[in-house]
Structure formats: structure tokens, C-alpha cells
């Protein structure tokens, strides 16, 4: 295929050369963050290809931040994602403190922790709510869905709600938030502003509740993948703003070894590039690995949110992961309320970052997954060099992977239910497509 | 539990309901950030939904109603071959057409492949360049096609997108001034962090909509609304200068999320290169 950017397209061709070959392809993937197609060739009553063609355009963000200030990848890299702004901010403040051998106090993690619970329970609810219940419930859009079911549309928006609640008070703005910088922040909180979160973020528990039993009554197609996961785990808590890199096989290390364990290749017929373990090994990384690898250190309300809800301490249908983002969300109103409530301020916005030569290397859990930044400074601050690894190019193998499975053991489906089902099972990991154009698929298709 | 009614938008409204005005919202080479901004209008967005006809939106429909549309929403900027040929189709499908954000308007951040060479920051990012599709330049939508109106940010505001559509909707001019974040700034009684503080800011000649997020929270305005209508983008070159900004500074910050702007662009030409 070309990198097109055109929808246009039919909804299923055929074609091939010798052999019954029948081709499935959605031209348009509707509820993803940003743009991508899905392409699987069927041969001879084989699935012989599963592709997931992001077709966004590249935006060349590596190239762009260099010669910038080491002050600005936090708003430079947020541009990246919409969707997940504090992320990018996140990964790319550790990544610059790390460089800059700057030591960042608890205070201001902790609220910066909070800041991240917000953008994770704005996304999660988005994802939950807007994105992927209305394909298991039967309806082409959360608007559809109200029609039916305003009740709970309404409190998927209040939930998301209260996500941007917190990233409006500590961040200043929902969308690229303006108030974190290298070293901390612009300005803390008030700690009138910070309680003032706490009637909202009390409801938000409730509804995260609510969610979290909601989602564990839908039907779940059959699917058990048994890829590899991979994950942060801080030395407490859930991983969310901090923590080692670790898989389910028992590695562990930390971000300024990401680069030694995970490589990122060209594939045969693609330009995609793959981000492999060890340049074999295809991982998933996101709410089902982060539950995997962690499900230990949830909160107990959380745990016992998990527990009602059926998922055991790992969960390995990609369809349930929805009921770990609904977890997730449960988790992270309880860690905001926390960090409020053991808030007593901080002796500064943010500390003192002073230039040097070097290289650092920041890593996060982006709602979707691990997020990787990795700069190289000139004495003077100037970036000499950027690399960027976002979770939905980490999850490209895997993804495509457990789609070939999925649409095997569902080759006698009619072509618009099947096209419906793989839909859904690509909104399992909740890709992020704007994120991931280093992964722009430009195979060119002759058949 | 499985629902029902997946599909047709008609059906499940009855008969008695006059059609409702058509959207369309359209993505180009951006982060989503500003059609989530519609996503985000929690409290407004079901109301929006049952007096809009929202009949094209991948992001948050599988649905799809054929134009042409009442209104069209423009995220992005026009990075590639096909999306140069594909706005015009956008175009052809719209009676009202408008951008949304600094990508759309100004062609984003993106928009610093500008300055460098295209092909060297392909290699720099891909082993295969030469595969990958892309314009030398980023470039807004209103160098395309006609653009009926541009709302400015980025991301954009969420007060002022519903204004416009409202305004759209009912022919209405849309109200959104032209002036500087300066002004909004002296309304919410913040204290220039430039006159007091000696804060680089560049409020003076950057346009409102934000609510002068930036100088209250101490930090200068970045700029990432763009350009008010009347910028004196020298004037205040020479206030950072004198300010102590090295040149190539003053040079990075007028070239961020508004890059090609003209009068950013303009500005940063008349200082030192960087690195």
C-alpha cells in the first residue's frame, strides 16, 4: 500500500494468483486515535497475513528536536499525543533530568504522579466509554449508545470529567498541559485548588466502581494470547510515573538499558519498524501487562474491584482488557485522592536544572503503555539527538499477532461481522495511531 | 447484554424531527488533540450531539453519512501527496469549512521541517527515506483550499470551538476577537510577567483564546495560539533581546507550534540560526 491518507477505498476486494484467496480490508478504523486501516489476506482457507497499516503521517519529531533547548521537549513531545500529552511530558522530563543529573524531590512527583492519575483516568474513561463499550454493547458510537443508554454515557463523561479535572488544576489545561517543566512546575497548587478535587474524585470512585462492574458483565469473545509482557514496576505501588523496566520471562532493568533490550526493526514487505525484545521476542505492553506484572500492588479496593470482576491475578483475553482499564481507573482516582490528601506542599515549584553534556533516558506508563524518550545534550543543552518509543509501536506484533488467531477461528463469519469483530479486537489495545508513525506501514500490495 | 440499533442515524429519532445540520470532522497530519477538544465537552457534548447530525467522525463513530455536510471541522496540516488531494475532496463535500488548531491554520509543529531539509529529517528518523511519502513542507489548509473560517490553538479551546459551532449553525459571524493574549491577561488581573519579572512572554503578539493560561501560572506565553491579527513581532524581538535572549533563542521561540505562521516565520528569519 502507499502511506495514503486517503479512506477512500472498498470494503472488501479479492484477488490473488492461484488459490481461493479472499482479502479483508477496513479502509478506515473508526474509534482508534488517529488513523490506521486493517489488512488480512486469506488463503486458501488460511489466514496468510494480518496487517495493521497505519497510514498518519510522519511528523518527524526525532528529526525536529534537534538543535532545541533541553528545556523543551515537555512541550515539544507532547504534541505528539493528544490524547496523552502528560505522558510525553512525563517521559520526557525524566529523560532530561536524567541528562542533567537533577534530583527532583518527592513532593513534586508525587504531584506530578497526580497529574498522570488525571490523564490516565481521562484516557481510560475515553477509551471505556466513547471508544470501545459501544462494540460490545451494539452501537456505532457513544452518542448511539446514549440514545439508548444515557445513564451511562453520562457517567462515562463524568468520569472523564474528573481526569480533566485534576489535569486542568495541576497542569493548567487538559490538552497539552502548560504548566510542567524540566525540574517540576510553573506553579504548585494551592491546597484550596488540590481539595477542592475531592467532592469530584469522590464521585469519580463511585463511578469507577460502577464502571468496573458494568464491563465485567459484557460477553467476552474467546481469545488467550500468551505473548510477552512487558511493564514498569516501581518499588511501590502500581506503575504509573516511575519504576524499573520488567517482563513476565523475569528480566528487569532499568530505562537507560532500554536501548540493549529492546530493538526495533524492519520487516520483510514493510517499513514499519517492530519493536522486538532482544531482536526476536514480539511484547505487549499496556494495561494487561501492567496488571500482570503488578496486579500485587493495587490498592485493596482496587484488588477487590478486580477480584468481583472475575480477573484473577493475570488476565490474558486482550477482550478483558477492558476491565483492567476500568480497574485502572478505580486505582487512580484512589491514588489521586491519596496524594491530596498526604498533600503539605512543596519547598519550590520545581528545582534548579543546569545544562551538561550527556545522555539520559526517561521511561513512563502512558495509559496505553510504556512510553520510552531517550536525549543526548550538548554541554550547552542543545539536543544533539532524540529517540521516542512509544507503546503502540512496541504493541504492533503482538497486535497483529493475536488477530491472525482471532480471525481464524472466525473465517465462517459473514465479511461485514468479521470486519466488526476485528474492529474490536484492534481497540483492545487501544492503539494510538498518532503516537506510532514510526510504524507507518507502506507495504505495496500486488494482488 | 447486547444492544441494539447499529446503524442508521434516522431510524431511532422518529419522523416528526426537522433533519439537523450535518457535521463532518476531518483529521490531517496532527496529535487529535483538538477534535478530542469536542470529546471533551463533557457537560455540552450529548446536547451538541442531538442538535448536530454527527455524520462523520471516525474517532468517536463507526458510522459514516455521506456528504455533503453542513460544516466541516479541519484538524491538521497537509503533509503528504494524498492529503494535498484528498482536502479538496473535503472541500467539495463541505458548505462551510473550518480549521481547527495551529497544524490546521499554521501547519503545527511540523511545520519546522520548513526550515531543515525534508529528506535529511526522513533519514534521520527512517533507515528508508525514500519509501516514505511526504511533502518538503507542512503546510495549513487555507493554502489549499478556501477556508471559510480559522480557530486558532493548540490545542484549541473548548468555550471557543462551541462558540463557532453555534455561530456555524446559525450563520452567525463567530465570535472570537482577533486580539492579543495581553488583553486577557489585563481581565484576569494578572501581572505581566514580562514588565514585572522580566519573564520572556510573547503574549504581545500572540492571539487570545486561551484565557492567558501561561502568565498565571508564572510561565511566559509560549505562543501556541499563533499570531494576534496586528502583531508587532519585531517590537518585541527587541524586548527579548534586550531582555538578554541570545539570538538563536529569540530565533526558537517564534519557531514552535505556529512555526509558519507568517509573522513567526517572518520574525524568526531576521535572527541567528541555531546550533
Known amino acids: ?447 | 447484554m447486547t444492544g441494539s440499533g447499529t446503524t442508521g442515524a434516522a431510524a431511532a429519532s422518529g419522523s416528526v424531527a426537522p433533519p439537523r445540520p450535518r457535521l463532518a470532522v476531518w483529521k490531517f497530519a496532527s496529535c487529535d488533540g483538538c477534535q478530542l477538544t469536542l470529546l471533551n465537552c463533557e457537560d455540552e457534548l450529548l446536547t451538541v450531539a442531538s442538535e448536530i447530525e454527527i455524520a462523520y467522525f471516525p474517532e468517536a463513530t463507526r458510522a459514516v453519512v455521506a456528504g455533503p455536510y453542513d460544516l466541516s471541522l479541519v484538524e491538521g496540516s497537509i503533509t503528504t501527496p494524498g492529503d494535498a488531494e484528498r482536502i479538496h475532496e473535503v472541500r467539495q463535500a463541505s458548505r462551510r469549512l473550518v480549521t481547527i488548531g495551529a497544524c490546521a491554520t499554521a501547519g503545527g509543529v511540523q511545520a519546522l521541517r520548513n526550515f531543515a531539509d525534508t529528506y535529511e529529517f526522513r533519514s534521520a528518523v527512517y533507515a528508508h527515506p525514500e519509501y516514505i511519502k511526504t511533502l518538503a513542507d507542512s503546510t495549513p489548509i487555507a493554502a489549499h483550499v478556501p477556508v471559510d473560517f480559522e480557530l486558532h490553538g493548540c490545542p484549541i479551546d473548548k468555550g471557543q470551538l462551541l462558540a463557532v459551532l453555534n455561530a456555524f449553525l446559525h450563520d452567525r459571524k463567530p465570535p472570537i476577537p482577533g486580539y492579543s493574549v495581553c488583553v486577557e491577561c489585563k481581565r484576569r488581573g494578572t501581572v505581566c510577567v514580562m514588565v514585572a519579572h522580566g519573564t520572556p512572554c510573547l503574549g504581545p503578539v500572540t492571539h487570545a483564546g486561551c484565557g492567558a493560561l501561561c502568565p498565571s501560572y508564572g510561565r511566559g506565553c509560549y505562543g501556541c495560539f499563533g499570531p494576534q491579527d496586528h502583531p508587532n513581532a519585531a517590537s518585541l524581538a527587541g524586548r527579548l533581546t534586550f531582555l538578554g535572549m541570545p539570538g538563536q533563542d529569540v530565533q526558537r521561540v517564534f519557531r514552535t507550534f505556529n512555526a509558519a505562521a507568517p509573522a513567526f516565520r517572518a520574525e524568526s528569519e531576521r535572527h541567528r540560526e541555531a546550533g
Open chain 1, 1 to 447: 500500500m502507499s502511506d495514503g491518507g486517503a479512506p477512500a477505498g472498498g470494503q472488501a476486494g479479492n484477488g490473488g494468483s492461484g488459490g481461493v484467496s479472499r482479502t479483508l480490508h477496513v479502509p478506515m478504523l473508526a474509534r482508534v486515535e488517529g488513523e490506521a486501516s486493517m489488512h488480512v489476506v486469506i488463503y486458501d482457507g488460511r489466514v496468510s497475513e494480518v496487517e495493521l497499516r497505519i497510514f498518519e503521517p510522519p511528523r518527524f519529531f526525532e528529526a525536529l528536536l534537534r538543535g532545541r533547548a533541553f528545556t523543551e521537549p515537555p512541550d515539544i513531545t507532547a504534541r505528539i499525543c493528544g490524547i496523552c500529552p502528560v505522558a510525553y511530558q512525563m517521559s520526557a522530563c525524566q529523560a532530561i533530568e536524567d541528562a542533567c543529573g537533577a534530583i527532583v524531590p518527592p513532593p513534586l512527583q508525587d504531584l506530578r504522579r497526580l497529574l498522570y492519575c488525571g490523564e490516565w483516568i481521562e484516557s481510560h474513561a475515553l477509551h471505556i466509554y466513547l471508544l470501545h463499550a459501544p462494540d460490545f454493547l451494539g452501537y456505532d458510537s457513544a452518542i448511539d449508545l446514549a440514545r439508548d443508554h444515557r445513564d451511562l454515557v453520562e457517567r462515562g463523561l463524568r468520569l472523564k470529567k474528573a481526569g480533566n479535572a485534576i489535569l486542568t488544576v495541576v497542569g493548567g489545561r487538559s490538552i497539552h498541559p502548560v504548566n510542567v517543566r524540566v525540574g517540576g512546575f510553573y506553579r504548585l497548587p494551592t491546597a484550596d485548588e488540590l481539595r477542592g478535587l475531592r467532592a469530584t474524585l469522590a464521585d469519580a470512585l463511585a463511578d469507577a466502581l460502577a464502571t468496573v462492574a458494568l464491563v465485567a458483565g459484557f460477553d467476552f469473545p474467546d481469545l488467550t494470547h500468551d505473548c510477552e509482557y512487558l511493564s514498569l514496576r516501581p518499588a511501590q505501588g502500581y506503575p504509573i510515573d516511575a519504576g524499573q523496566v520488567v517482563t513476565g520471562g523475569g528480566l528487569a532493568f532499568p530505562a537507560a538499558e532500554f536501548d540493549a533490550h529492546v530493538t526495533e526493526e524492519h520487516v520483510k514487505h514493510s517499513h514499519a519498524l517492530h519493536a522486538r525484545l532482544h531482536g526476536t521476542d514480539p511484547y505487549l505492553t499496556g494495561p494487561l501487562a501492567r496488571y500482570a506484572l503488578n496486579s500485587a500492588a493495587l490498592s485493596p479496593l482496587a484488588a477487590q474491584a478486580a477480584r468481583d470482576a472475575g480477573l484473577g491475578s493475570v488476565c490474558r483475553n486482550p477482550f478483558r482488557s477492558i476491565i483492567v482499564r476500568a480497574v485502572e481507573v478505580t486505582y487512580a482516582v484512589e491514588e489521586a485522592l491519596r496524594i491530596i490528601d498526604s498533600w503539605e506542599g512543596a519547598a519550590a515549584p520545581s528545582v534548579p536544572v543546569e545544562p551538561r553534556a550527556g545522555t539520559g533516558y526517561g521511561v513512563t506508563e502512558a495509559p496505553r503503555g510504556v512510553l520510552y524518550h531517550r536525549y543526548r545534550l550538548a554541554a550547552d543543552g542543545t539536543i544533539t539527538d532524540a529517540r521516542i518509543v512509544p507503546p503502540t509501536s512496541q504493541n504492533q506484533i503482538s497486535i497483529e499477532h493475536d488477530l491472525r488467531a482471532f480471525v481464524q477461528a472466525r473465517l465462517g463469519l459473514p465479511p461485514d461481522e468479521l470486519t466488526r469483530q476485528c474492529e474490536q479486537a484492534i481497540r483492545n489495545y487501544d492503539p494510538c495511531i498518532s503516537c506510532a508513525t514510526h510504524f507507518l506501514d507502506l507495504t505495496v500490495e500486488h494482488r
